[in-house]
């Protein structure tokens, strides 16, 4: 019987030395769980192989005992059981984590102003064409002033528009003066008002607004704000008995064309007028008193005409100027004239000057006397000498001094 266990003894350590064997191969790098899964297949290898040894060494044993009782010698065939070549499961990697979608924040909520609706009527103010802010008026002399004004409402006026006064000091302003054209929404307009200076030295103004057919008074932007002609009136050398600029707009402009806006529009082909504060002369100096700029009408031999109010001339009254073609006008060759008119006699010449562009200017006076007395309408006149291509001049401060 010690000989079957020493069988047997040998079958177990030859079945761990072989299952020892395979973990014995290498040392591969698997993680705990696998170690695990290994440690529980050898284990339960193990507990088979044992089962199987004490399964033979019972039946060897009986053999055995069948051979004694038939009185021969049996030697029993060993047959070594094979290991359970079942294979270790393979290693599965953990799934890669996903990672989550980054937060869009939601945009942020800007609340869209109310548009406020535009009104039907509504002014802008542009420029003072005439008669600056502070400008110095003699006593009781007239004065034309000249506001540009644009249409920023929605409504289209027309001549049943006007202008009213509001306030301040009105120095005989016609009120109201009908516009004198249609202007649609985004167009301008220029409001020409004749005004008589107090005879009182010292600062007026008188405020403007625009009066709808319907009665509806309006002014400029959203306060209705007034538009306004500012003057101080003063004797003395700085005032001039007449100053032709500030009487621009009260003279009627004309040209073969016919009658002519005042101001004009620059490049009108039918002749213009303009009032400019800081004009350039043919020298290239720039003045700081304000000029005409007269063009005449563009054809050969063109004309263009301003014939002012009446005055009264008085002993020691003498016209003045300086004249001269607008810078970088080097193709001008016009004529400059000073006429009047008495009543309704024909119109008579004063004198004249002719001027093409040669870079200088020239001082010009006339002498008075001949009319002292008598009320003159005075005109002043340029004309094209022949063809008329580059032909704008400039009457530099024109006016009546003592």
Known sequence: MSKKRSYLL????????????????????????????????????????????????????????????????????????????????????????T???????????TPVPTATP???NRAGFVADVTIPDGTIIPPGATFTKVWRLKNNGTCTWNTNYSAVFSGGDRMGGASPTPLNATVAPGETIDISITFTAPTTEGKYRSSWKLRAPDGTVFGLGSRDSAFYVDIEVKSGTSAYPFDFVLMVCSAEWSSGAGTLPCPGTDG????FVLVQQKPQLESGVVDDEPALITQPQAITDGTLRGKFPGYKVQTGDKFKAIIGCSYNYKSCDMRFQLDYQIGTDPIQTLA???????????????????????????????????????????????????
Not at 99 to 109: G, R, V, Y
């Open 268 to 271: 009108d082909a039918k002749g």
């Open 99 to 109: 990672p989550l979608p980054s937060f869009t924040p939601f945009p942020t909520f």
């Open 10 to 97: 040998t079958y177990l350590g030859f079945i761990f030395f072989v299952l020892s064997g395979c973990n014995l191969l290498g040392t591969p790098q698997v993680d705990e769980s696998q170690v695990a899964t290994q440690s529980a297949l050898i284990i339960q290898q193990a507990a088979q192989a044992t089962a199987t040894a004490y399964a033979m060494e019972t039946e060897m044993a009986n053999i055995a005992t069948k051979a004694a009782l038939l009185g021969s010698t049996f030697t029993p065939t060993f047959t070594a059981v094979p290991p359970s070549s079942t294979p270790l499961p393979t290693s599965t990697l953990p799934p890669t984590q």
């Open 352 to 402: 004249y000057w002719n001027e093409v562009y040669d870079e200088t200017f020239r001082s010009v006076e006339v002498d008075l006397s001949p009319l002292n007395g008598k009320t003159v309408r005075f005109i002043l006149t340029v004309l094209a000498n022949g063809e008329m291509k580059q032909d704008r001049g400039i009457w530099l401060a024109p006016r009546i001094v003592r």
């Open 118 to 120: 535009v009104p039907c």
